[in-house]
């Protein structure tokens, strides 16, 4: 942990004359971007930090995270400030000029946040939250930060598996945020010592296990690791488990929370408008939560069952909205997958037919479009305004393997949507694959070449010239709370070789073809199905310089090797198939699927026999139904 500047610093200044003037992108971490929030620190009672473990340019495209800034910034008494992952060039500088790492609309350190709450949606950002909680001056370890004054530090989002973080996190909030989110700040602002001078500053809480267990039973979703009892799994790979806290008030294990009534949840009406490029530079407005579906490999299906959809009104009048505050060309209607919504084809004519939209070219995009809910009338339709690339994900190269994960699609379906895309006129067709599945042959990766290469000579009939196809190759990483959960990592040998024999057999120089580094993915499997033991590793990757994982140039896999090596822990045991009696590192996370549901479908899987997605008829029991009124796949009101 760093020392600092004096307490009474002017972090702003410090900033702005040590900070700005030598980093690569000072536009990172200035504030005041178009639409930010003004929060008025000294009013505040109750100070929050949304932290997001990676670079502003990924963080500030998050719609989820925009949505709670807005939630917590319209409670009375309430702040809320953003804060990313400052690049390295920033961290060293903030290192050298012994300068905390400060929020970016007020310049305040994060220490002095009464909540940081990050935000986490992938494994590959665990260095980044050690960074930031090092930068901002605070002891790495949940329990060194115990018993003295400081931020209750929790953590949203992905945190399904959140076993190898949770000897730094104190609490993990489960379920949607928007629904969570208020009630953690009313519990916080109860906290609050009452009385004193009204400009007095707020004290910060000090957290207890006491605390942590009132705010666990307090607030439903909240899963404090720290309460529970361990056990080592039966399991081969002797995986830590939670167990039943000896104090039976603490619910256990924690439901996952759900926001039921789309229209109630806050929207984004002004998006945040960035300096810099981001990742995703538009508006973008959710039309559905949720998927009909049930692709076996897919975590994001699984674990926010029923689907829920906002009406097309509600949908229509918030994207103009976030259009005209924001100027962006740009709009996406995004969920798992957006062909699934009911009101797809009014929406879509809808907006189209708006004349500022029409006026502007306002391009529209469905980034997660099915093969079999493609529609030539809407393509045709959205073409009339911009064009931007189609997206495609048949995920697995032959239909036998397309049944093993659930994703029945025919050769013929698939081919027939292509041709129709570029018979509408688009000119790019982006598709993606997954190698390592479950039951995979060389037998599937030749029939994957084979579509690729039937795929390509599409393109070279397509209307347009200059048609062309983008592949993109990822190895298959087994997720939590999936029928999956229980495979093992494919061995990164044979993932290597099927790579070339896709390079090998793709005859089109003209189809783009990019392959996921398996390094990643594999480090990623460590972690999507890891335990608490594996926070010793994240720590020494941290300490030995690992950092923004996620991206591939500053990826260190011998950094990596070295920290496993140190903590004594072989990645490979984290690698292997689970027994399917052991017991799971995210026991205590109950997403209303139940196991046995899972388990059925893992048998299936490697039967390849399908499961009809619930939109088609008679519901599978994936135990939703418990505690919903859900038909079809969707809640029912
Ligand atoms: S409860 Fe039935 S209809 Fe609803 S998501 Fe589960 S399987 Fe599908």
């Known amino acids: 942990m760093p020392s600092f500047h004096s307490p009474d610093a002017d972090c702003a200044s410090l900033y702005e004359t040590e900070i700005f003037p030598f980093v690569e992108k000072p536009s990172r971490y200035i504030d005041h971007e178009i639409n930010a929030a003004r929060p008025d620190w000294s009013a505040a009672r109750l100070r929050v930090a949304l932290v997001f473990p990676d670079a502003y340019e990924v963080g500030v495209s998050h719609l989820g995270l925009k949505i709670l800034y807005e939630i917590l910034n319209a409670l009375p008494g309430v702040i809320a400030e953003r804060c990313y992952a400052p690049w390295p060039d920033c961290e060293a500088l903030l290192r050298g000029k012994r300068i905390p790492l400060c929020s970016l609309e007020t310049c305040h350190p994060l220490r002095e946040f009464h909540v940081i709450g990050f935000s986490i949606q992938y494994e590959l950002c665990y260095t980044n939250i050690l960074q930031m909680l090092d930068l901002a001056g605070l002891p790495l370890r949940a329990v060194l930060r115990r018993g003295s004054p400081g931020p209750l530090v929790i953590a949203g989002g992905n945190v399904f598996s959140p076993g190898p973080l949770e000897p730094f996190i104190d609490a993990f909030a489960v379920g949607d945020g928007e629904s969570m989110i208020a009630g953690i700040a009313r519990w916080a602002l109860d906290q609050m010592p009452h009385g004193g001078p009204d400009n007095a500053p707020a004290p910060l809480l000090t957290v207890s296990d006491e605390l942590l267990a009132a705010f666990a039973r307090a607030v439903p979703g909240i899963y404090v690791p720290s309460l529970c009892r361990r056990t080592l799994s039966a399991g081969?790979?002797?995986?830590?488990?939670?167990?039943?806290?000896?104090?039976?008030?603490?619910?256990?294990?924690?439901?996952?929370?759900?926001?039921?009534?789309?229209?109630?949840?806050?929207?984004?009406?002004?998006?945040?408008?960035?300096?810099?490029?981001?990742?995703?530079?538009?508006?973008?407005?959710?039309?559905?939560?949720?998927?009909?579906?049930?692709?076996?490999?897919?975590?994001?299906?699984?674990?926010?069952?029923?689907?829920?959809?906002?009406?097309?009104?509600?949908?229509?009048?918030?994207?103009?909205?976030?259009?005209?505050?924001?100027?962006?060309?740009?709009?996406?209607?995004?969920?798992?997958?957006?062909?699934?919504?009911?009101?797809?084809?009014?929406?879509?004519?809808?907006?189209?037919?708006?004349?500022?939209?029409?006026?502007?070219?306002?391009?529209?995009?469905?980034?997660?479009?099915?093969?079999?809910?493609?529609?030539?009338?809407?393509?045709?339709?959205?073409?009339?305004?911009?064009?931007?690339?189609?997206?495609?994900?048949?995920?697995?190269?032959?239909?036998?393997?397309?049944?093993?994960?659930?994703?029945?699609?025919?050769?013929?379906?698939?081919?027939?949507?292509?041709?129709?895309?570029?018979?509408?006129?688009?000119?790019?067709?982006?598709?993606?694959?997954?190698?390592?599945?479950?039951?995979?042959?060389?037998?599937?990766?030749?029939?994957?070449?084979?579509?690729?290469?039937?795929?390509?000579?599409?393109?070279?009939?397509?209307?347009?010239?200059?048609?062309?196809?983008?592949?993109?190759?990822?190895?298959?990483?087994?997720?939590?709370?999936?029928?999956?959960?229980?495979?093992?990592?494919?061995?990164?040998?044979?993932?290597?070789?099927?790579?070339?024999?896709?390079?090998?057999?793709?005859?089109?120089?003209?189809?783009?073809?990019?392959?996921?580094?398996?390094?990643?993915?594999?480090?990623?499997?460590?972690?999507?199905?890891?335990?608490?033991?594996?926070?010793?590793?994240?720590?020494?990757?941290?300490?030995?310089?690992?950092?923004?994982?996620?991206?591939?140039?500053?990826?260190?896999?011998?950094?990596?090797?070295?920290?496993?090596?140190?903590a004594g822990i072989d990645p490979e045991c984290y690698l292997a198939a689970i027994p399917e009696d052991a017991a799971l590192p995210w026991d205590a996370i109950d997403t209303g699927v139940d196991r046995a549901f899972l388990l059925d479908e893992w048998d299936k899987a490697i039967a390849a026999a399908p499961t009809p997605a619930c939109a088609a008829g008679p519901c599978n029991q994936c135990g939703i139904q418990r505690w919903f009124n859900c038909a079809r796949g969707t809640i029912q009101r």
Request: with cysteine; proline share 5%.
């Open 236 to 566: 081969h790979a002797m995986r830590s488990c939670p167990d039943r806290p000896s104090d039976a008030s603490i619910p256990f294990p924690v439901r996952r929370q759900v926001e039921l009534d789309l229209t109630e949840v806050p929207v984004v009406r002004k998006p945040l408008v960035p300096y810099c490029e981001a990742v995703h530079d538009r508006a973008a407005v959710e039309i559905m939560r949720g998927c009909v579906r049930g692709c076996r490999f897919c975590q994001a299906g699984m674990i926010t069952r029923p689907v829920r959809e906002k009406p097309a009104d509600a949908v229509a009048a918030e994207a103009l909205e976030a259009i005209n505050a924001s100027g962006y060309e740009d709009l996406t209607l995004s969920s798992l997958s957006s062909g699934d919504y009911s009101q797809i084809a009014p929406l879509l004519l809808r907006l189209l037919e708006d004349h500022r939209l029409a006026e502007d070219r306002t391009a529209i995009s469905l980034p997660s479009l099915r093969i079999d809910s493609f529609d030539p009338a809407l393509a045709q339709a959205i073409r009339k305004v911009r064009r931007t690339g189609f997206t495609f994900a048949p995920e697995a190269g032959s239909e036998r393997l397309r049944r093993v994960i659930n994703k029945q699609l025919s050769r013929d379906e698939i081919l027939g949507t292509v041709r129709s895309v570029f018979d509408s006129g688009w000119q790019l067709v982006k598709v993606y694959f997954m190698i390592g599945l479950p039951t995979e042959t060389d037998e599937d990766i030749d029939e994957m070449v084979a579509l690729i290469n039937d795929i390509s000579s599409l393109r070279k009939g397509g209307k347009m010239r200059g048609c062309r196809v983008n592949v993109s190759v990822s190895s298959f990483v087994p997720k939590a709370f999936t029928p999956f959960q229980w495979a093992a990592f494919a061995d990164v040998a044979v993932l290597r070789e099927r790579q070339q024999r896709i390079q090998q057999g793709v005859r089109d120089r003209a189809v783009k073809l990019s392959f996921h580094k398996i390094e990643l993915s594999r480090l990623e499997a460590v972690f999507a199905r890891g335990d608490t033991q594996l926070a010793d590793v994240v720590e020494n990757a941290y300490r030995l310089g690992c950092r923004f994982d996620e991206w591939s140039d500053l990826f260190r896999p011998e950094l990596w090797d070295q920290a496993f090596a140190n």
